[in-house]
């Protein structure tokens, strides 16, 4: 029986449709069409009288405590910097006189810190928890080098990283649970879904992160609960050692006022629509690409970071 090469085209043609259908609609949507028509879709003045944030004192993590206090919710401010907790506090309640809490911890210290944080935080009406606060490597490497460097490494990272993300999503949950509503926003990253080489520690914390928010999610979303896993890319922060502004790399202000607009839209965003175009760019181009181009990519700022570094 001779082959009908029409017909197999044709067929070929329709599968990769139907994948590009697949990966674009809901790209549109969550990115477009859903925070432009539709978004935001939650009020969350009305989740409950005060949001907490974890890493709170610089980049993404102060820029959702400012747009929370903004919106009038009372802050709860969590970072190890007491000084800086103190500044940030005095910043909000003298902008938006909304009342501020500050917790002074380091997530890379033992399970004790979230009896602190319980102690401090029990009696309030939590509505929105941003688990902001997460650490990276100081310079792209391969793995077995940078622990052999730092060998505290693996225990900070995964303590700060998904610890922190795990122990205040069971600090809050209960209470949010009980009165049939609230917001948790996980910060994860953009390399969470992309090929990662000299972040593999960092990626894959953050893989961890998206997921355990996806399915987190599927627990508790007929309980009124929404749980969202942000995936930045570059944003100008200390982490990302305050990269040049450009569009794809935005100030965390910037970034935060669009990522905001996506709660209740997308259950895993990039938060921000040049992001996106990034993040659709990378699914369609295929891994193959992206582990080359990235691994090349980090190579280079491996070698340019590293260098500073052995010069301070």
Known sequence: MALDYSILSSICVGIVCVQIIHIVLPWLYANIIGPTFFGPKINLCQMGAWA????????????????????????????????????????????????????????????QIYQKIEKNITGLDIGVL?????????????????????????????????????????????????????????VSSFFAVIASPLLSVYSGTKAFVDKFS??????????????????????????????????????????????????????????YFPHALLALFAYLSGNYITKIVHFKEFLRIKSLLSKSEKEI
């Open 52 to 111: 907490v944030v974890t890493g709170a004192t610089d980049g993404i993590g102060k820029a959702y405590a400012k747009a929370l206090a903004k919106k009038g919710i009372n802050v709860i401010l969590i970072s190890r910097s007491l000084s800086k907790l103190e500044a940030v506090a005095k910043e909000l309640t003298d902008a938006y006189k909304v009342q501020i809490k500050i917790i002074d911890i380091d997530f890379k210290d033992g399970p």
């Open 130 to 186: 941003v688990n902001n606060v997460g650490i990276s490597y100081l310079y792209p490497e391969f793995f077995i080098e940078y622990i052999t460097r730092y060998p505290q490494f693996l225990r900070d990272i995964i303590s700060v990283n998904i610890h922190s993300v795990t122990n205040m999503c069971g600090l809050v949950l209960p209470n949010m649970i009980a009165k049939k509503k609230g917001v948790i926003i996980n």
């Open 214 to 271: 996806e399915d987190l999610q599927t627990e508790y979303q007929s309980q009124g609960i929404i749980v969202q896993s942000l995936r930045p890319s570059f944003v100008i922060t200390n982490m990302t050692h305050n990269l040049k502004l450009n569009l794809f790399a935005p100030s965390a202000e910037v970034y935060v006022d669009s990522a905001l607009k996506t709660v209740g839209i997308a259950g895993k965003t990039n938060g």
